[in-house]
């Protein structure tokens, strides 16, 4: 049955909803605000900050300072490589634990979970040293590999989820008509979880390009993403939340654009079989 | 002639200029993000016209970030970065480890004998220099001169802290939003930490004795942190527990801080285009409480040459140029004399020119009146004039500045916070080692 509402509460509560909303996005818009500032009036209360005159040259300064270009290619392909890598594994590993599950499967699962809890600095010198070895440091193909496994039990635990909502009888019923392995996941389980897949994909994109901990250890110039033209810009002595401002606003751009753009879909994915 | 052969010709002159192209040593440079250092990556076509087969990458990272990347870097030698930007804290324990290659074989021209003996001192361990400085600072009183005049008040060249105090007080009008000080509270070893282990130098107090006991439970570092708290609390900022360099450059700049007493570096900023109060600052040295020892700090951002590069020469060439007097001068040529990276030379304090910049002579009084291995009024086991040059102080001096921190805020009492200090510095000093 449902609940009734009273104008009152509707208007209170959707109130209250933009004043949360405002809150949590109040630290990106004083962000760019702050970037549209010269280094003397970012500084300065936020009144007299926004009553001085508007400018870009945090921007050029930036832009000057710093190859915007080479950091953002590194993360475009450090982020969407790994969420590739990690689909092409974790499709297959969830369609097992959800179809074919194991004694062990639920353990598997929480061990995988379990990993996310470890502090990654634990393992920071192994991993160093690993990729010392191997030539991986201030790779792309290091930081792909680093974003894989980092992602790696979200991937499986959201596909996972969505796979369990699936009915086994239509997989059931593509065997019958003669569906192999390969074809039951191409072209049966994927199609009906594409919402699940996409929503999936969409996330992981976003973590990897917000990782920053193995992104500035492992990576000097050559492959380093975003987060470290961010970090370049933090100054021991002297002003520098201008500057910063707007390295991070255009390090954040990207990828608020694309989730803007993909929300309808992340919210559907991000909520799929919630009302079941 | 045909075509076969002209593309064989062809792709033979291209691998030789391949070849030829792949001499080129490329160099990596780890640095924090500081307007000298920025200033020397525009400046790089000098070098590049006189090493022309050497290349350099910039690797430009918070001071923190830095810190925790070199040092992983460094244990594991992981071979990353060819040239490093540190501080004097890590000079002498990464030197006496064997991470760092000597700069004693330098070329004659870029005169070792030259560089202030105070500088020098903190970058030189058992008689070998391991880190060119780069720029080098003490720390000294920053003030107004037109509140001191208005208050009927001088301010001495080398001030007690019984001048500073009344200064203070005379300076305050907490209805105007001025304070008669503004000190560094925001806790951590390089932060609040920095400016109070300098400070209590003056009172005669010291991090440890000659057992590495530590001494927190002594007078005067009750002394130090009685009177620090008095002039915070009584004529300093609201919310200074959270200030740090940064912060109190923000109010300085803004007219808000009738002194303030932190790095040497800061008077080029405060006599800037962004200070608000920049014809109106004055400068001293820090202050001294007649013991022998002033409550100033000193500090070099110096080159060194980690110990896994496989091109320490090219290295040592560029280390060579950007911490050489020609360097100075191409700066002063290109930006002017009060731009050039200051207190690492005597050459330079010598020179008429920049003689004429304001903060010239108080910067190299200050450098000079500091001494790295001999800090304190009574001796100590121990280098570094705001730190202690052992891999565990960082640590330990973090959180002792958070309880100093927290002193400040009120939120415990100072005879408490010094007792947590003595407490969790003990326990750290067992744990490695230092205490039997």
């Given at each position: 049955?449902?609940?009734?509402?009273?104008?009152?509460?509707?208007?209170?509560?959707?109130?209250?909803?933009?004043?949360?909303?405002?809150?949590?996005?109040?630290?990106?818009?004083?962000?760019?605000?702050?970037?549209?500032?010269?280094?003397?009036?970012?500084?300065?209360?936020?009144?007299?900050?926004?009553?001085?005159?508007?400018?870009?040259?945090?921007?050029?300064?930036?832009?000057?300072?710093?190859?915007?270009?080479?950091?953002?290619?590194?993360?475009?392909?450090?982020?969407?490589?790994?969420?590739?890598?990690?689909?092409?594994?974790?499709?297959?590993?969830?369609?097992?634990?959800?179809?074919v599950?194991?004694?062990?499967?639920?353990?598997?699962?929480?061990?995988?979970?379990?990993?996310?809890?470890?502090?990654?600095?634990?393992?920071?010198?192994?991993?160093?040293?690993?990729?010392?070895?191997?030539?991986?440091?201030?790779?792309?193909?290091?930081?792909?590999?680093?974003?894989?496994?980092?992602?790696?039990?979200?991937?499986i635990?959201?596909?996972?989820?969505?796979?369990?909502?699936?009915?086994?009888?239509i997989?059931?019923?593509?065997?019958?008509?003669?569906?192999?392995?390969?074809?039951?996941?191409?072209?049966?389980?994927?199609?009906?979880a594409?919402?699940?897949?996409?929503?999936?994909?969409?996330?992981?994109?976003?973590l990897?390009?917000?990782?920053?901990f193995?992104?500035?250890?492992?990576?000097?110039?050559?492959?380093?993403?975003?987060?470290?033209?961010?970090?370049?810009?933090?100054?021991?002595?002297?002003?520098?939340?201008?500057?910063?401002?707007?390295?991070?606003?255009?390090?954040?751009?990207?990828?608020?654009?694309?989730?803007?753009?993909?929300?309808?879909?992340?919210?559907?994915?991000?909520?799929?079989?919630?009302?079941? | 002639?045909?075509?076969?052969?002209?593309?064989?010709?062809?792709?033979?002159?291209?691998?030789?200029l391949?070849?030829?192209?792949?001499?080129?040593?490329?160099?990596?440079?780890?640095?924090?993000?500081?307007?000298?250092?920025?200033?020397?990556?525009?400046?790089?076509?000098?070098?590049?016209?006189?090493?022309?087969?050497?290349?350099?990458?910039?690797?430009?990272?918070?001071?923190?970030?830095?810190?925790?990347?070199?040092?992983?870097?460094?244990?594991?030698?992981?071979?990353?970065?060819?040239?490093?930007?540190?501080?004097?804290?890590?000079?002498?324990?990464?030197?006496?480890?064997?991470?760092?290659?000597?700069?004693?074989?330098?070329?004659?021209?870029?005169?070792?004998?030259?560089?202030?003996?105070?500088?020098?001192?903190?970058?030189?361990?058992d008689?070998?220099?391991?880190?060119?400085?780069?720029?080098?600072?003490?720390?000294?009183?920053?003030?107004?001169?037109?509140?001191?005049?208005?208050?009927?008040?001088?301010?001495?060249?080398?001030?007690?802290?019984?001048?500073i105090?009344?200064?203070?007080?005379a300076?305050?009008?907490?209805?105007?939003?001025?304070?008669?000080?503004?000190?560094r509270?925001?806790?951590?070893?390089?932060?609040?930490?920095?400016?109070?282990?300098?400070?209590?130098?003056?009172?005669?107090?010291?991090?440890?004795?000659?057992?590495?006991?530590?001494?927190?439970?002594?007078?005067?570092?009750?002394?130090?942190?009685?009177?620090?708290?008095?002039?915070?609390n009584?004529?300093?900022?609201?919310?200074?527990?959270?200030?740090?360099?940064?912060?109190?450059?923000?109010l300085?700049?803004?007219?808000?801080?009738?002194?303030w007493?932190?790095?040497?570096?800061?008077?080029?900023?405060?006599?800037?285009?962004?200070?608000?109060?920049?014809?109106?600052?004055?400068?001293?040295?820090?202050p001294?409480?007649?013991?022998?020892?002033?409550?100033?700090?000193?500090?070099?951002?110096?080159?060194?040459?980690?110990?896994?590069?496989?091109?320490?020469?090219?290295?040592?060439?560029?280390?060579?140029?950007?911490t050489?007097?020609?360097?100075?001068?191409?700066?002063?040529?290109?930006?002017?004399?009060?731009?050039?990276?200051?207190?690492?030379?005597?050459?330079?304090?010598?020179?008429?020119?920049?003689?004429?910049?304001?903060?010239?002579?108080?910067?190299?009084?200050?450098?000079?009146?500091?001494?790295?291995?001999?800090?304190?009024?009574d001796?100590?086991?121990?280098?570094?004039?705001?730190?202690?040059?052992?891999?565990?102080?960082?640590?330990?001096?973090?959180?002792?500045?958070?309880?100093?921190?927290?002193?400040?805020?009120?939120?415990?009492?100072?005879?408490?916070?010094?007792?947590?200090?003595?407490?969790?510095?003990?326990?750290e000093?067992?744990?490695?080692?230092?205490?039997?």
């Amino acid at each position: 049955m449902a609940r009734s509402t009273t104008t009152k509460s509707k208007v209170i509560v959707t109130i209250g909803a933009w004043l949360v909303g405002f809150l949590i996005f109040f630290p990106i818009l004083w962000i760019f605000l702050m970037s549209f500032h010269t280094e003397g009036d970012a500084i300065k209360s936020p009144f007299a900050m926004l009553a001085s005159p508007w400018t870009t040259e945090a921007y050029q300064a930036v832009q000057t300072q710093n190859s915007y270009g080479k950091f953002f290619m590194n993360s475009v392909v450090i982020s969407v490589g790994s969420t590739v890598l990690a689909l092409i594994i974790g499709i297959p590993a969830a369609w097992s634990m959800a179809f074919v599950p194991g004694k062990r499967t639920k353990d598997l699962l929480m061990w995988m979970l379990s990993t996310k809890m470890m502090p990654a600095v634990g393992v920071l010198i192994p991993l160093y040293l690993g990729f010392k070895v191997t030539g991986l440091l201030d790779t792309r193909t290091g930081l792909v590999a680093i974003g894989t496994l980092i992602n790696l039990p979200i991937v499986i635990w959201m596909l996972y989820t969505y796979f369990k909502e699936i009915p086994v009888e239509i997989l059931e019923a593509a065997r019958m008509d003669g569906a192999s392995l390969s074809s039951e996941i191409l072209y049966v389980l994927t199609p009906m979880a594409l919402p699940g897949i996409a929503s999936t994909m969409l996330l992981n994109v976003i973590l990897s390009w917000n990782e920053a901990f193995w992104s500035l250890q492992l990576t000097t110039s050559d492959a380093a993403p975003l987060t470290q033209f961010i970090a370049s810009f933090s100054a021991p002595e002297g002003l520098f939340y201008a500057k910063l401002s707007a390295a991070s606003t255009m390090a954040i751009a990207p990828i608020l654009i694309m989730g803007w753009f993909s929300q309808k879909q992340l919210v559907r994915g991000l909520t799929f079989g919630a009302v079941k | 002639m045909n075509m076969t052969l002209r593309a064989l010709l062809g792709a033979t002159a291209l691998l030789t200029l391949a070849g030829l192209a792949s001499a080129e040593t490329t160099i990596t440079v780890a640095t924090v993000n500081n307007g000298d250092m920025i200033r020397m990556q525009g400046l790089m076509d000098d070098f590049y016209a006189k090493n022309p087969d050497i290349k350099v990458e910039w690797v430009t990272l918070e001071e923190n970030v830095l810190r925790q990347k070199v040092t992983t870097d460094i244990a594991t030698k992981g071979g990353q970065f060819d040239v490093l930007t540190i501080g004097t804290y890590e000079v002498p324990i990464w030197g006496k480890s064997g991470w760092l290659v000597p700069l004693n074989d330098l070329p004659a021209a870029w005169d070792q004998a030259d560089l202030l003996p105070a500088i020098a001192g903190g970058l030189t361990v058992d008689g070998q220099l391991y880190a060119a400085p780069f720029y080098g600072e003490s720390s000294m009183v920053m003030y107004r001169k037109d509140l001191m005049e208005a208050a009927g008040l001088t301010m001495p060249d080398a001030p007690t802290w019984a001048d500073i105090d009344k200064a203070a007080a005379a300076m305050t009008d907490k209805s105007k939003e001025q304070y008669g000080i503004c000190l560094r509270g925001k806790a951590g070893w390089g932060e609040n930490m920095a400016f109070l282990t300098a400070m209590s130098n003056s009172f005669g107090a010291k991090w440890f004795d000659m057992d590495w006991k530590p001494q927190f439970d002594q007078k005067p570092w009750a002394d130090t942190l009685a009177f620090y708290l008095h002039l915070m609390n009584d004529y300093g900022p609201p919310g200074a527990s959270n200030n740090g360099f940064n912060e109190n450059l923000a109010l300085t700049q803004q007219g808000h801080c009738g002194m303030w007493i932190d790095a040497t570096v800061a008077a080029s900023f405060v006599t800037g285009k962004d200070s608000t109060v920049a014809d109106k600052m004055g400068f001293a040295l820090a202050p001294d409480n007649g013991l022998g020892k002033r409550g100033n700090w000193l500090w070099a951002w110096s080159l060194a040459i980690p110990a896994g590069t496989a091109k320490v020469d090219a290295a040592k060439a560029f280390v060579a140029w950007a911490t050489s007097k020609e360097y100075t001068e191409l700066v002063a040529s290109k930006e002017g004399w009060a731009n050039v990276p200051p207190g690492t030379r005597t050459s330079l304090y010598a020179n008429a020119e920049y003689q004429k910049v304001p903060f010239a002579k108080m910067t190299l009084d200050s450098i000079n009146s500091a001494d790295p291995t001999h800090p304190t009024v009574d001796p100590v086991p121990y280098v570094g004039v705001q730190f202690v040059a052992i891999p565990e102080f960082a640590g330990i001096a973090t959180e002792v500045g958070q309880q100093f921190s927290a002193a400040l805020a009120g939120t415990t009492t100072a005879a408490d916070a010094l007792a947590a200090a003595q407490e969790l510095t003990t326990t750290e000093m067992t744990k490695a080692g230092y205490i039997k």
